[in-house]
């Protein structure tokens, strides 16, 4: 038997997974939460054998939990269930070694066929994704303009950022031009939305 912590934050679709995953015989969902960090209170639980996360949820996201698992214990088994197809979120995916990166809009057999791969130590992504995964765009961003744009999203003016990141305003400029200039753009709005859609941020 297999025992599977289901994370997604949607109370409908969470509650329909496990219904359906709790049909097959081999396969048992033992914890269902709602949030990120729930899923990191449950990392310790020895009887989960493969982690079932959205990408999208409240308190750290699938792709922030799934590094912690794998930092904590690589041979645990981390399934991405997403939404989305960015290339970012791809990306960032496949560096961090988790074992699948499935979308929600394919069939429940897909999923659970995906799910027994990935128990028998295969690397899985959805199948919707196959073109995609040829064409992946790297993230120009360095770490520093990652954070300048992100500090932009939550409302940081150029000063706030200087100030919040002990930076000077020559610096903070720098590096949202830098930004600006990779993704081929003005403005650092019009950059945080490319870098958004994207999945780089």
């Known amino acids: 038997m297999v025992n599977i912590l289901i994370a997604e934050d949607q109370t409908i679709l969470r509650e329909a997974l496990t219904s359906l995953l709790n049909l097959e015989e081999d396969l048992n969902v033992v914890e269902t939460v709602g949030t990120g960090q729930q899923v990191l209170d449950y990392h310790n639980n020895p009887s989960i054998d493969l982690y079932l996360l959205d990408i999208e949820m409240p308190h750290r ?30 990306e960032k995916a496949i560096e961090l070694g988790v074992d699948g990166y499935l979308l929600k809009d394919e069939p429940i057999e897909q999923l659970i066929q995906s799910i027994r791969r990935v128990l028998n130590g295969e690397k899985v992504v959805s199948s919707m994704l196959g073109d995609l995964i040829f064409s992946l765009e790297r993230n120009p ?40 200039q990779k993704l081929d753009t003005t403005t650092r709005h019009d950059a945080l939305r490319i870098a958004e859609e994207r999945g780089w941020i």
């Open 141 to 180: 961003l360095n770490n520093r303009e990652i954070e300048m744009l992100r500090r932009v999203k939550n409302g940081e003016s150029t000063k706030d950022i200087s100030k919040n990141c002990h930076l000077s305003l020559g610096t903070v400029r720098n590096y949202l031009s830098t930004a600006m």
């Open 61 to 90: 996201n699938g792709l922030e939990v799934a590094k912690i698992l794998k930092e904590r214990k690589p041979s645990h088994k981390v399934v991405l269930l997403t939404t989305f197809s960015r290339s970012g979120y791809i």
